[in-house]
Structures are given as C-alpha cells and as structure tokens.
C-alpha cells in the first residue's frame, strides 16, 4: 500500500512528540508499505513567525512571509527526516519545490495547480520514506507560496490524490469525528465512517477536525480520509463516498455555532429589486451571509432576516446604514444556530419535524430555520444552544 501520514503541530509540538511520530512512521513502513509524510509546523511556530513579522510591520509583503512561514514546517520535515535515519529508516525531508507541488501566484493564500507526481516517486523507488513539508509549493516564477493557515490538510490531501495513495491519514490530538462536542454532550460517540458532505457541513458548522478546503479536494479527488489522534492507537473516523458507508443513519451529528447574529429589517419596500441591493452591498463588503428570512409582503412592505457572523456584526451595521433599506433594522447577537446533519434525511421524510418536536418540548422557540437535502439548521436564542444540542443528541439516539 501507499499510505500518506500528515501530522498537525501539536503532534510534533516537541523533539519528544517528533520521536514518537517517527516511530508510528517506521512501524507503517515495517509493514511493507510505501510511505509518505506531511508534516505541520510545531504548535505555536507559525503564530510566533507571525507575531515577529508583526513586530516590524502591521502590512508585511506577502512574498516574505511566505518565506518565513514556510520555514516553521521544514524545520519539522527535516527533523523527522533525521530522527527516522537514527533509527535505521532511510528517509528525505523535501520542501514543497522540491516535492513538486506548483500553485498559483497568491502568495498567502495560493492554491495548488499540479503536483509533478515523479519527485516524490523517485525518493520512494530508492526506499526512502518521504517527509514533505507541508503548507506550501512554488510558484512558477519558482518563487515559494504557501497555502494560507492549517494548509497542510490540503498539502497532504492533494499528494494523497496526486500519488493515488491508498489512504491518507490525518493525525491530530483528537480520536475522530464526533456526533457532536463531547464537552458539550458527554455521551457523544466516535463515528467510524461519514460521507465527506456531512464532514463538509459539520467543519463549516465548526468542527474543527479537518480544514474545509482538504475535505473538498478529498472528495473531488476521490482520497479516502481517515482522521485519527497520534496520542494513542484508537481507530479514527473515516471520510469517504457516501456508497462506501453501509448503514446511513438518518441523522450523524448535531453541531452548533456560536459565532452567530442576526439582522432584522422590518418594513422594507416590497419591490423587485431590494433584496438584490442589500446582499450585493452585503457581497462586496466580503460580509459571508447564511440564513435568509423574508415574510410575506403586507401593505407594500415586508420583512427581511439574515443571519452573518457575529464578528462581522459590526461591519454589517456599517453597511445596512449606508444603503438605509430600513427605518427599523434590528440587531440580535444573542442567537446561536443548532444543525443535524446526515445524509440519511434524502430518504426519510419526518427528520425535520422530529427536530422541530424536541425543541419545543424544551420550550425553545425557532427563530428561523433553513433546510438542505443533508441539514437542518434552527437559530435560537443563545442561552438554549447547549440544551438544545444535547436534547436532539437523545431524540435522534446518537449514543446508541
Ligand atoms: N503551520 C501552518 C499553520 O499553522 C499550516 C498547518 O499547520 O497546517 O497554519
Ligand atoms: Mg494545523
């Protein structure tokens, strides 16, 4: 097998931790497989890069700190790299220009266009286990890029489907996927196996596992996914096709997120072309808008909500005062939004009535709601948010 092993900053956040890694690389190779390595920073490096950049500039040149951000993780390739040869394991720390990895010319936040698949290959016919430096590449100016924050999900994602890897693991400091926050629901479960829609929901709704663009390209690229802690030898969850996941439950996870605020504006001119005016302003202000509520018209005016989040509450008021679409327009930051999500609900009907029933039953009102094929989320005052998780937590027996 070719197996693709990425390890975050908190696994390799020592030499101690970077000796441990080393041995759970060698036991993969010992196995007989081909093995390569993407590594993070150590935790806390790229946030001090950062911070000392800042000491001299608040509007560093992108360029540079490219230079200096991809430093922190070929720090820890070149280390692992070391550490595997000490204990008779021949390997190659490569950066990204020398692994191949080509990406556009955003410096920051560049994206990767080609992986020249025959860099890594040739380390690897030579027996070498391969330790690539993850979060960046080369521009075609041969000029070095990174892949913005918690990029070397994506590094390793996209060697995985470059080198048609049988399997990439992601390991970090948890044991997988969750049915939701185990600190806010005790009884929560590891999932062994979830589609990568749902792992695309749950990580836009919060769940920090997997950084979004990875699962994306895991899922265009057809790469089976497994996150796992590197802490102990639990089973992680894997992230796969919906066809390779035999018994779809109706519902996976319940997620919520805090980071909500809800804009009300009533008495909006009912005419075509309102609704255009306020989210264009809404767009060009790069303000990300989620749900969106409007009632029926009455008297030539209607009401008109929208949720955005709450950090970027304060730029909304900015731009709803300029357009002045509204006499009234309401703020509400004590809002929080619970979602169930599952690919289960495209064949069952009733999924969202059951959620709808349980929250009642707590006496929590709906704010607002919104569908997909695979979600159902409800905003809610925030002092119900954690209530609200744990009771549809039961309703939809997650523990079970
Ligand atoms: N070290 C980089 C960061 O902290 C990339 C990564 O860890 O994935 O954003
Ligand atoms: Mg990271």
Known sequence: MLVVQKYGGTSVGTLERIEEVAKRVSKAKASGNDVIVVV??????????????????????????DMLLSSGERVTSSLLAIALSAMGFPAVAMSGRQAGI?????HTKARIESIDRLCIEKELNGGNIVIVAGFQGVTELGEVSTLGRGGSDLSAVAIAGALDADLCE????????????PRIEPKAKKLDKISYDEMLELASLGAKVLQTRSVEMAKKLNVNLVTRS???DNEGTMITKEENIMEQPVVSGVALDKNQARVTL???VDKPGIAAIIFRKLADENINVDMIIQNVGHDGTTNLGFTVPQNELERTRAAMEEINASQTVEYDSDVVKVSIVGVGMKSHSGVACTAFDTLSKEGINLE???????KVSMVIAAKYGELAVRALHDAYELDK
């Open 102 to 106: 080509k990406t556009d010319k955003f």
């Open 40 to 65: 993070s920073a150590m935790s806390g490096e790229t946030n001090k890069l950062v911070s000392y950049a800042e000491h001299f500039s608040k509007t560093p040149q992108s360029r540079e700190m």
């Open 368 to 374: 607002m709601i919104s569908t997909s094929e695979i």
């Open 170 to 181: 992601i390991y970090t400091d948890v044991d997988g996927v969750y049915t939701t926050d």
């Open 230 to 232: 590197s802490f102990n």
């Open 266 to 268: 009533r008495k909006v």
